[in-house]
């Protein structure tokens, strides 16, 4: 199994700041890798997928890079509804779909 | 749009099923993609169960795959999640999702549903 190790664990930024975050694979994962948003009580909500192409209706400040085993989601400039808890998914071969423990970006 | 929404009961006895059901409206099952089953424990992180293809194909979780079984109803545009022999570890808001063919990810998800295994 492919294990996903998201750093940090939580984030304290205030709006207007940049977040990075990042995700390491624990072998290479290619470029197959997503990244979602989830806020308290909802279900997470695509923002990435295969690694920097933004999901439908994604604004253009989320953005994803990367490949091989490390990733990384940039919020270029949080704004108010951003803070929330942020997971990356791999999807390097069938029968082995994991998630990363998540990031909580948090207002500072 | 396309519209998820899960069912099925919210509290289950140790040793015994966990059977949910996902109801798709705004898309039809048979014209496309994966379904999937996702988890998480209260205040833990996202677990893929499975994925089933409108033709029934399925690809489980390997941790989980001895107590899955995932099912494709098309005349109802349904699928649904039974898991066998559950735990207070089970307990969980269980999602279900739509997943891309291409590449693989959840893009529309239903709004969970709370699922506690106690006795």
């Known amino acids: 199994e492919i294990v996903l190790t998201q750093s940090p664990a939580t984030l304290s930024l205030s709006p207007g700041e940049r977040a990075t975050l990042s995700c390491r694979a624990s072998q290479s994962v290619s470029s197959y890798l997503a990244w979602y948003q989830q806020k308290p009580g909802q279900a997470p909500r695509l923002l990435i997928y295969?690694?920097?192409n933004r999901a439908t209706g994604i604004p253009a400040r989320f953005s994803g890079s990367g490949s091989g085993t490390d990733f990384t989601l940039t919020i270029s400039s949080l704004e108010p509804e951003d803070f929330a808890v942020y997971y990356c998914?791999?999807?390097?071969?069938?029968?082995?779909?994991?998630f990363g423990g998540g990031t909580k970006v948090e207002i500072k | 749009q396309v519209q998820l929404q899960e069912s099925g009961p919210g509290l289950v006895k140790p040793s015994e099923t966990l059977s949910l059901t996902c109801a798709v409206s705004?898309?039809?099952?048979?014209?496309?993609?994966?379904w999937g089953w996702i988890r998480q424990p209260p205040g833990k992180g996202l677990e893929w169960i499975g994925s089933i293809y409108h033709s029934g194909s399925t690809y489980y979780n390997p941790s989980l795959k001895s107590r899955v079984t995932i099912s494709v109803d098309t005349s109802k545009n349904q699928f649904s999640l039974k898991l066998s022999s559950v735990t207070a570890a089970d307990t969980a808001v269980y999602y279900c999702a739509r997943h891309r063919v291409n590449d693989r990810a959840f893009d529309y998800w239903g709004q969970g549903t709370l699922v506690t295994v106690s006795s």
């Open positions: 295969d690694a920097s």
């Open positions: 998914q791999q999807r390097s071969n069938w029968g082995a779909l994991t």
């Open positions: 705004g898309y039809s099952i048979s014209s496309g993609y994966y």
